[in-house]
């Protein structure tokens, strides 16, 4: 399906040089002098190499028709991930490779999104929040402002990231798994 160039959005797939590439950033520049363009960064699916690339707006571009459908995550073993379709109870296996550091997030039973391609999976979307327990982090300074100032904590899952200053061990928070950022305390 064409799009035109002003269309392409983060996290969409498109068809670009004979590979299924994913879009990471986008950016509309009008420079002063000639016609405006995006500034698109992505990734190829199968290479797992990364390409910036400029679309001016009147250039159109192939869109991938990805298939999403629901999953929920039943296990690992070396090399794969292992979801079940829980309308048809279909299995389905991805590489490690292709979740990447997503994985850590994965919990026996979590609905997923899983997005295919040709009945080839390609891509999985974890729900946008998932709850996290704070295994350490460093104690608070006393005299940081809580509106600039972030510190370093260990999820129980093994992710490191910034929480504000009130946040202690053993608390339980929301992460953004889109950009691993802490979202709230629960």
Not at 30 to 49: D, H, L, V
Not at 73 to 87: A, M, P, Q, R, V
Request: glycine fraction near 4%.
């Amino acid at each position: 399906m064409k799009i035109s160039a002003n269309e392409i959005k983060t996290g969409m797939i498109i068809e670009h040089n004979n590979d299924l590439w994913e879009i990471l950033k986008t950016q509309h520049v009008k420079p002063g002098k000639g016609g405006a363009f995006n500034q698109i960064e992505m990734k190829s699916i199968n290479k797992n190499t990364k390409l910036n690339e400029r679309f001016r707006s009147s250039d159109n571009v192939e869109r991938a028709i990805v298939e999403e459908i629901d999953y929920n995550y039943l296990y690992e073993d070396k090399n794969d991930f292992y979801f079940i379709n829980n309308k048809t109870f279909e299995q389905v296996c991805l590489k490690k490779e292709l979740i990447g550091e997503k994985s850590k997030f994965l919990t026996e039973g979590l609905e997923v999104k899983i997005g295919m391609y040709n009945d080839i999976p390609i891509k999985i979307d974890l729900p946008n929040q998932i709850e996290c327990k704070i295994e350490t982090t460093d104690a608070a300074i006393k005299g940081q402002t809580a509106a600039s100032s972030y510190k370093p904590a260990l999820l129980n899952n093994g992710l490191n990231i910034l929480v504000p200053p009130f946040i202690e061990s053993d608390d339980t928070i929301i992460v953004d798994t889109r950009n691993l950022e802490y979202v709230k305390k629960i």
